[in-house]
Structures are given as C-alpha cells and as structure tokens.
Antibody, heavy 123, light 107 residues
Framework: QVQLVESGGGVVQPGRSLRLSCAAS????????MHWVRQAPGKGLEWVAV????????FYGDSVKGRFTISRDNSKNTLYLQMNSLRAEDTAVYYC????????????????WGQGTVVTVSS | DIQMTQSPSSLSASVGDRVTITCQST??????LNWYQQKPGKAPKLLIY???NLETGVPARFSGGGYGTQFTFTIGSLQPEDIATYFC?????????FGGGTKVEIK
C-alpha cells in the first residue's frame, strides 16, 4: 500500500536549519510530483514547494522562497526539504504529498499525504 | 498570486441535511480546483479533483461543481462521520493556494 513517512522535525532556534525527509513506498516514486504542505497550529493549509517527478522543475511558495530547498533522490524513494534561516512563523506540521503528473505539470491534486512531522521554531 | 475565498468558515447542520460550501478564486482557474477533508489530528484526504470528479473510494454523497471562478462542494446527506474541516485548493499555476477552510459540525 502507498506510504509516505515524514521525519526530521523537532525544536530549533530561530535562524538555524533543519532538513525534513519523506520516505515513500508502495508506488513508483519516480513517476510522481512531490509536494510539501504545512499547517501552523490551529490554522489552514499552506503550500510550500513542489518538485517534478524527475527533479527538473521546482517551485516555491512566496513565504519560503530563497530559504527552503526541495529535492528528491529517486534511487532512495525519498523527498527532502532543506529549511534554512528558520523563523517563528515556520512553526507547523509539515506534510509531504504525492501528485500525479499530467503531460505539462506535476502540480495537480494531492492524492496521498503522509501523517506529518512537527517543526517548532523557538528560542 | 491566485487567492481562494471559501465560505462559510463554519456551519452547523443536522444529520441528513444537504450542506453546500462555496469557493471563489481571484482569477479564472478553469476546472483546476480540488476539495479535501481533514479530521482533527489527521492529514487531509482528497475528495474531489478537477472541480467535479469524485476520488476513488469516496462516498457518492460528496460532489463538486463550478468552473472559472465560482465553485461549490456539496454533501448530499450529512453523516456523523463527515464532521471535519473542508478545504478547496487551486492548481492553475504556482503558487498553489488553499481556501481558509470550512468547519462542519453536527447540530
């Protein structure tokens, strides 16, 4: 069965870095776009970033552009999110989500989600 | 950036009631609109994609409609297990954005 398991969350001081991972199984990872979506405590959903199935295209939300980097290793079926210069407002549950790719885009629908990993940015 | 305005932000209805949520985009997004259900402490779950298509395994009491800038999500007969928050999401072009959510409760 499809599984997405996030890891790497924790408590970190403002200005520091953290790397999240998302281990995928149960499907052909290299055929899908992969996204990170976050949810601050008691708030709605915020899209963070996407990486195309082959890693050749990446897009970011405005609030993380220049600070976060999305990447993937298709040989390891793993998605990553490198988060630098963390701020208090980055505190959230971070979900990885799978997206089928059309002929032109891997930003379609999030048809499967992991259970999330919690990131807390606090001094 | 395309913004999504979802309404109402919360609603209370009785079991068996028909419930409708609306989502409006600031630009024409064609059919590039999805709906998700999120229960407390859980990850979101895809219910409707491409504005009107029911995801595999989702009960037929859920439906979606609309095109362009105006979209609707309907629960045909509200069930106790439908208590959750529902979100719309566009995918016309990055950045992708979600509506603010609608919390559905039982009266």
């Amino acid at each position: 069965q499809v599984q997405l398991v996030e890891s790497g969350g924790g408590v970190v001081q403002p200005g520091r870095s953290l790397r999240l991972s998302c281990a995928a199984s149960g499907f052909t990872f290299s055929n899908y776009g992969m996204h990170w979506v976050r949810q601050a405590p008691g708030k709605g959903l915020e899209w963070v970033a996407v990486i195309w199935f082959d890693g050749n295209n990446k897009f970011y939300g405005d609030s993380v552009k220049g600070r976060f980097t999305i990447s993937r290793d298709n040989s390891k079926n793993t998605l990553y999110l490198q988060m630098n210069s963390l701020r208090a407002e980055d505190t959230a549950v971070y979900y990885c989500a799978r997206a089928p790719c059309s002929s032109t885009s891997c930003s379609t629908r999030f048809d499967f989600w992991g259970q999330g990993t919690v990131v807390t940015v606090s001094s | 950036d395309i913004q999504m305005t979802q309404s109402p932000s919360s609603l209370s209805a009785s079991v068996g009631d028909r419930v409708t949520i609306t989502c409006q985009s600031t630009q024409d997004i064609s059919i590039y609109l999805n709906w998700y259900q999120q229960k407390p402490g859980k990850a979101p779950k895809l219910l409707i994609y491409d504005a009107t298509n029911l995801e595999t395994g989702v009960p037929a009491r859920f439906s979606g409609g609309g095109y362009g800038t105006q979209f609707t999500f309907t629960i045909g007969s509200l069930q106790p297990e439908d208590i959750a928050t529902y979100f719309c999401q566009h995918y016309h072009s990055p950045p992708l954005t979600f509506g603010g959510g609608t919390k559905v409760e039982i009266k």
